[in-house]
């Protein structure tokens, strides 16, 4: 038994080794007694918490022990100077311990509410990362965080140099947004839509669906520019039906809704 009084710190440290030794003989109740003594004496103890998450045998207790491991590790991460160059490796620990956290509240526990809380910590920290928001994506789909979701899919598309692959989360976000009723007003869909054409001109799914908010609302001019920036940005292999079937819709819209005679004439030329 640790002796009673003298330094908390001296005290947790032996009931430390007394855990590890327990631990070493197969008695994880009994180390886990000692650990928690240990923590009694010295809540920030790093390394008595680190033992706790290895002794946890399931994944609500494996939860619990990571939490409070978390907290230990950001008390000793706010206490550092700015310079300090143990402050990577903390950092670096927690990031760990959120995702392993998010991964298993969502995957074993069905608590995905927290996990989307852990993720979002996550990717405070690294916004950019690909690999994690692409884990993120997955995390905030199954929890049905729909909201969560596009703004992750925009934070893909943002990152992305390459237009039709842009476009393509941009798409996915839109088609989100649309799915679950995120946008009852249609406006910041339309918008999004457009977006889609900006990053890829010829992407045929946005252009359907733009197409036909435009018809609904009956947005003839917006329209008409939607249809002259599809028929620029055909290349010029492109079949010859296409291109006099925009052509011809362009003539139409200009004939009868735009009251543009001439403009229409050149179309139809």
């Given amino acids: 038994q640790a002796g009673q009084g003298g330094d908390p710190r001296v005290q947790a440290e032996l009931y430390l ?8 003989m197969g008695e994880a109740g009994k180390a ?4 928690e003594r240990a923590l009694d004496l010295v809540p920030g103890y790093g390394d008595a918490a680190r033992l706790l998450v290895a002794l946890a045998d399931s994944p609500a207790k494996a939860v619990e022990a990571q939490q409070r491991l978390i907290e230990v590790l950001e008390t000793e991460l706010a206490s550092l100077s700015a310079d300090d160059e143990r402050r990577e490796a903390k950092d670096e ?7 392993s956290l998010a991964t298993t509240l969502a995957e074993q526990l069905n608590r995905p509410a927290e996990a989307v809380g852990q993720m979002q910590a996550v990717l405070a920290r690294r916004p950019k990362d690909l690999s994690l928001l692409h884990k993120a994506l997955d995390l905030y789909s199954s929890a049905e965080q729909w909201s969560d979701a596009v703004g ?5 598309a943002s990152l ?3 237009g039709p692959i842009q476009a393509k989360y941009r798409y996915a976000g839109a088609s989100l947004m649309r799915a679950h009723g995120l946008d009852p007003s249609g406006q910041l869909l339309r918008t999004r839509l457009q977006a889609v054409l900006e990053a890829d001109p010829l992407h045929d799914k946005a252009f359907k669906a733009v197409v036909e908010l435009l018809e609904a609302s009956r947005d003839v001019r917006e329209l008409s520019k939607v249809l002259r920036n599809r028929l620029k940005a055909l290349p010029e292999d492109a079949e010859a039906e296409v291109r006099i079937a925009l052509l011809d819709r362009i003539a139409v819209l200009y004939d009868r809704e735009l009251d543009d005679k001439r403009t229409a004439m050149i179309a139809y030329e």
């Fill in 17 to 24: 080794r007394m855990a590890q030794a327990r631990q070493g």
């Fill in 32 to 35: 886990l007694q000692m650990i």
């Fill in 93 to 99: 620990e927690i990031h760990e311990l959120r995702l």
């Fill in 152 to 156: 992750v899919l925009d934070t893909l």
């Fill in 160 to 162: 992305q140099d390459h």
